[in-house]
């Protein structure tokens, strides 16, 4: 019996337009950028950018007179980046960290994060980043996942159960940041203005194992001691076999950089 369950770990510029690409995802990641109000003249920043999903979404708003800074630090999401702008003027793309931001103090007035603040080293210290770029009166737009709301029918409820556990602690960095964002914004002292929740639902096991990475997680949780094999196989089976459903939540924040 091959010992692969699922998709293998796609590479990360076609998992993240694939992701950006879905219903779900285009409803939110538009929802995002119209709370942010990004308006002609303004230089807007996308920390995180990946491969430049939003970036040419957000040249369009500023227009011919902004700029679009997208900072990322992996090299290859930066040239797939790159290859999706080059026909955008008002784009720049730099190689750069989170923690670290490679642009001047106070000069940014539109900031969005996108399922970034769950990988990174100190979620506080890149918000505390965020705020140093943008200027008095300037809006910061995050988004993030809260895993623990990871929801995969099953009649083996158990194991959907222990899947969504070792999701959270084994997995992923931050898995809860989501649910802290209004929090973690605030102590960084911005002021909250707008806190949403949406529920992306999946009806299809394919793209659900692809963005989920059902087998290949579920394979780890084997690996590790954490589910029974004969179990943890039978339980991918039958999810394979269908209906199938799975929904998570996903939190977004706007707050503000105070004028004074």
Same mark, same amino acid.
């Given at each position: 019996? @091959? ?6 770990? &796609? ?20 929802? %995002? ?11 807007? %920043? ?8 939003? #970036? &040419?979404? *957000? ?7 902004? =700029? /679009? ?8 999401? #930066?040239? $797939? ?22 642009? !001047? ?16 080293? $100190? &979620? ?5 980043? *965020? ?10 737009? %995050? ?11 099953? $009649?083996?409820?158990?194991? @959907?159960?222990?899947? =969504?556990?070792? =999701?959270?602690?084994?997995? /992923? ?17 911005? =002021?909250? !203005? ?19 990475? %059902? ?24 999810? @394979? !076999?269908?209906?199938?459903?799975? @929904?998570?939540? #996903?939190?977004?924040? /706007? ?6």
């Amino acid at each position: 019996m @091959s010992m692969t369950l699922g998709v293998s770990r &796609p590479d990360q510029a076609a998992y993240m337009l694939r992701a950006a690409a879905a219903d779900a995802g285009r409803a939110y990641k538009r929802e %995002l950028i119209d709370l942010l109000d990004v308006r002609p003249g303004h230089t807007a %920043l996308d920390v995180g950018c990946g491969p430049g999903t939003d #970036l &040419p979404a *957000l040249a369009e708003r500023v227009g011919p007179a902004g =700029t /679009v800074i997208g900072v990322d630090r992996d090299p290859a999401m #930066l040239a $797939e980046a790159r290859l999706r702008t080059d026909a955008l003027p008002a784009v720049e793309i730099r190689e750069g960290d989170a923690h670290a931001l490679p642009v !001047e103090p106070g000069t940014v007035d539109r900031v969005k994060t996108d399922r970034v603040l769950m990988h990174v080293a $100190e &979620p506080a210290d890149v918000l505390a980043q *965020l705020h140093l770029a943008t200027r008095p009166g300037g809006l910061i737009g %995050l988004t993030e996942p809260d895993w623990d709301t990871l929801a995969v029918d099953a $009649e083996d409820l158990d194991t @959907s159960r222990a899947f =969504t556990r070792y =999701t959270t602690s084994r997995v /992923v960095r931050h898995a809860t940041v989501g649910r802290g964002l209004a929090r973690l914004a605030t102590r960084a002292g911005l =002021t909250v !203005e707008t806190a949403l929740a949406t529920t992306p639902v999946f009806r299809d096991f394919q793209d659900a194992d692809h963005t989920l990475g %059902l087998g290949r997680n579920v394979q780890r949780a084997i690996k590790d001691g954490v589910i029974d094999e004969t179990r943890g196989r039978r339980w991918f089976a039958a999810l @394979s !076999e269908g209906p199938f459903f799975a @929904s998570f939540t #996903l939190i977004s924040v /706007v707050c503000r950089r105070p004028v004074s």
